[in-house]
């Protein structure tokens, strides 16, 4: 029973958890990658991006609940999700062409188009802090049904002393994420637009000579990328909480994910995601009650770090990548 006791416990408070947040670290890992595989540069604004489409989103919601629309319990945000996604979708568009495009024609070096979007960065998150109920506060808009089972019903199933929970805010994360990268790479793999964007990745002059459409490309690029933003930052809204400042913290982590896996690989952009957030959560999690189930009696809690270096974590991670594999575990290209 100890060792049931023990897997429940690492279950509750390492897997699930882990597998929740790295899912929303691989959707925004891959939007990073997207962008950097094809358009070159490593893109700042990502992290305000996700916090500008979750806003939209938010705002759509209390639309749709204000007209009397749910889905019962799952969340309305679900709905608005398709809404949040084109109007940030449209913002993105017209920052490409009132900013990026200028650089790309001239063929400016990348360092100038990460500067760029170090600007877009701070416009986007003055923006979505003006965002009227949005503000600096803390947002929460997670309705419907709050657990698939709670912990109070697993013990009363199973008998055990530690309990497990699932919440409906962790399921979608994990089902969303699951459906949204098969869907990016059938895309990719399969269609003659995913191809063309493929081939512009590979190489932009032969890309080119071949008859692809440089700004289709680019358009496609910035639309699937801000898709997959958005679509991670409502799922990190609905699992804890909306809060602007938040989704620049998690740029860091993001970038972590994209690099250990490799930046340019999609599927090295999810397999990071993981990566991240399993050594976040493991570091940080104090491992003494699990001893103590499997008969072990540690004098201190067996926490390397207390929760509030979580990101150094990531920042550690980083730096050992690009030091010893700066091309990633999955062979990207190198930073």
């Known amino acids: 029973m100890d060792i049931l006791n023990a897997i429940v416990l690492l279950l509750n408070f390492v897997v699930v958890p882990a597998a929740a947040y790295g899912a929303q670290l691989a959707l925004g890992a891959l939007g990073v990658t997207l962008i950097y595989g094809i358009l070159r540069f490593s893109n700042f604004a990502h992290g305000d991006t996700m916090a500008f489409g979750t806003a939209m989103v938010i705002l759509v919601t209390w639309g749709l609940q204000a007209m009397g629309i749910s ?25 490409d062409r009132v900013v990026y495009r200028f650089y790309r024609k001239k063929r400016s070096e990348p360092i100038i188009l990460v500067m760029a979007s170090v ?85 932009e002059d032969l890309a080119l000579l071949s008859g692809i459409d ?18 991670a930052g409502t799922l990190y809204g609905l699992d804890k909480s909306f809060k602007a400042f938040n989704y620049f913290q998690i740029l860091l982590p993001i970038f972590a994910a994209a690099i250990v896996g490799g930046l340019g690989n999609p599927l090295g952009a999810v397999a990071g995601g993981f990566i991240v957030a399993f050594s976040e959560v ?13 008969g072990f009696e540690p004098d201190g809690l067996l926490q390397l770090l ?24 999955f062979r990207g290209k190198s930073v």
Do not use: H
Not at 185 to 193: A, D, P, Q, T
Not at 311 to 324: D, H, K, R, T, Y
């Open 71 to 95: 889905l019962g319990p799952l969340p309305t945000a679900l709905l608005a999700l398709p809404f949040g996604i084109a109007l940030t979708s449209i913002f993105v568009l017209g920052t």
């Open 282 to 294: 493991a570091i940080t999690y104090p491992w003494k009650k699990v001893a103590n189930y499997l």
């Open 119 to 203: 600007g877009v960065m701070f416009v986007m998150n003055g923006l979505t802090r003006m965002l009227p109920g949005i503000g600096v506060n803390e947002v929460r808009f997670d309705d419907g049904a709050r657990f698939l089972f709670s912990v109070q019903e697993f013990k009363a199933w199973t008998g055990l002393t530690e309990g497990l929970s699932l919440r409906v805010s962790q399921a979608l994360t994990l089902i969303v994420t699951a459906l949204c990268c098969w869907a990016l790479f059938r895309f990719l793999n399969r269609s003659r637009e995913g191809k063309a964007m493929r081939a512009y990745s590979d190489n």
């Open 214 to 231: 440089p700004e289709r490309v680019v358009r496609l690029t910035w639309i699937i990328a801000t898709a997959l933003a958005v679509t």
């Open 306 to 329: 207390s929760t509030e270096y979580k990101f150094a974590v990531s920042f550690v991670i980083l730096i050992v990548v690009l030091l010893f594999r700066p091309t990633g575990l």
